[in-house]
């Protein structure tokens, strides 16, 4: 017997598999820098997850398919024994048939033990961590499959659907906020990480939030206007990484005798300027924000304008892996006027990722015999990147939709582009 647990874990174990079928064998291998993993990781890693924290204990006897991919495929550093991140492509074994059937084993032992999930409570808790943190990285394989191809002098298209020319933006406009005494942080009882809680207070000065993301157009302005050669709008950390990166434009845009060009998941393309601008680092952000006159939402100041709206917008349900203009969707009344503020891009904030007031990744149970192994995956999953890393809110074009609320806490440190970040503008109100 199937249990309805189980239906939902393939069909997400499946959608992993589905999205990596436009791919070559050898796109599957490659490590295009240190910061991205090759798909063959992220389809060990993700059984691994599985592995590691629910079949270890709840597999009686514990048979692993292979004792050594409980490390190859770990990333979790407590055991010391993690293989080091910027080396996973260095493995040309498990070859990736092998790592395949690493997928079908697990898959098939899951089935197993999933049939007792009705009666217990944390592995039910523990299998959906894991389902979670499969969809987490269907996202991040898309973000490195991206990278990965984008070296390639042949402009690979993974999407076989073309991009169309979208439709002029609205222009944009200030939503404004009261502030005021606000809870931010989780609220109810389906999944959340350790990280949304607990919920708590803050404090806002009345603010405004831009009604839709920063385009490519506007972007460009800020380019032309001499943005780059600006000390003034940047950070001086964002300077020095600009100059040393050589950085003058989004990751992804591309100079051509026809003009700017944007690699995108359909292969190259003309820049699309009602498209909002991604790939940019919380420096180029929060540079952006300066020249414009404005600057980043805090991460409080997000939430509580989302927590008012329904989560709608462009996400990879739709299989486009690409962010759509403003103008395609009016936003609707329960969208409170702000355009894309789910979906399409992730919002750097000017917040850094730490921990809430009160946090703890604590038992969810402390009489639970079971519990210490929720610490062990809870432990080392977001707690530890807890330094130096910016907050970005609000999910992508490639993350599934139901992977988002407005609690969500996204982190990356400010140098990062690859992700499909892009820019909302705040203001304060006088
Ligand atoms: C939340 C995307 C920053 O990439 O480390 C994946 C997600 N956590 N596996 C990350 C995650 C464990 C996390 N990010
Ligand atoms: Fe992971």
Redesign the pocket.
């Known amino acids: 017997m199937t249990t309805p647990l189980y239906v939902k874990y393939s069909s997400i174990r499946d959608r992993t598999l589905s999205l990596i079928e436009p791919l070559i064998d050898e796109d599957c291998c490659v490590q295009s820098m240190p910061g991205t993993s090759p798909v063959k990781w992220h389809l060990g ?1 993700a059984s691994w ?1 599985f592995e590691k924290f629910v079949l270890q204990h709840y597999e009686k006897p514990f048979t692993p398919f292979h004792p050594a991919f409980l490390m190859m495929f770990s ?1 979790y550093n407590k055991s010391g024994q993690t293989h080091p991140d910027p080396k996973r492509g260095l493995f040309t074994r498990p070859s990736l048939s092998l790592t395949r059937e690493y997928r079908n084993n697990v898959n098939e032992r899951m089935e197993q033990v999933l049939k007792r999930s009705e009666e217990d409570e944390m592995l039910r808790m523990l299998a959906v961590l894991g389902m979670h ?1 499969e969809q ?2 269907q ?2 394989m898309l973000a490195d499959v991206k990278h990965l191809l984008s070296q390639s002098p042949l402009n690979p298209s993974y999407n076989s659907q073309p991009l169309l020319d979208s439709p002029v933006p609205p222009p944009l406009e200030w939503c404004r906020f009261d502030g005021g005494l606000v809870e931010i942080g989780y609220k109810g009882d389906e999944f959340s990480y350790d990280n949304e809680s607990p919920r708590h207070k803050q404090y806002l000065q009345p603010y405004q939030l831009a009604s839709r993301l920063v385009t490519n157009r506007e972007y460009l302005e800020f380019m032309k206007a001499g943005g780059y050669d600006n000390p003034g709008v940047w950070l001086s950390e964002g300077w020095d990484w600009m100059k040393a990166n050589r950085r003058s434009h989004p990751l992804y845009w591309r100079e051509s005798d026809q003009g700017w060009e944007e690699f995108t998941l359909s292969g190259a393309m003309p820049l699309d300027l009602n498209l909002p601008v991604i790939h940019v680092s919380f420096y180029e952000a929060d540079a952006f924000g300066r020249w414009a006159g404005a600057r980043l939402p805090t991460e409080a100041e997000w939430e509580n304008a989302a927590s008012q709206q329904e989560i709608e917008g462009c996400f990879a349900d739709n299989n486009r892996f690409h962010p759509s203009s403003a103008g395609g969707s009016t936003p609707s009344a329960n969208t409170g006027g702000l355009a894309q503020l789910y979906g399409d891009a992730w919002e750097w904030t000017q917040s850094s990722y730490s921990p809430y007031p009160g946090y703890n990744p604590a038992k969810p149970n402390e009489n639970e015999p079971m519990s210490f192994v929720w610490d062990e995956a809870v432990g080392e ?2 707690s530890r ?1 807890m330094v130096n ?1 910016y907050v970005l809110r609000g999910g992508s074009c490639a993350i599934p939709k139901e992977r988002i609320r407005a609690s969500f ?4 440190p400010a140098d990062t582009c690859w ?1 499909f970040s892009g820019i909302r503008l705040a203001r304060d109100l006088r």
């Open positions: 890693h997850f990333s943190h987490q990285h996202e991040l999953y977001n990147s890393q806490r996204n982190f990356f992700q």
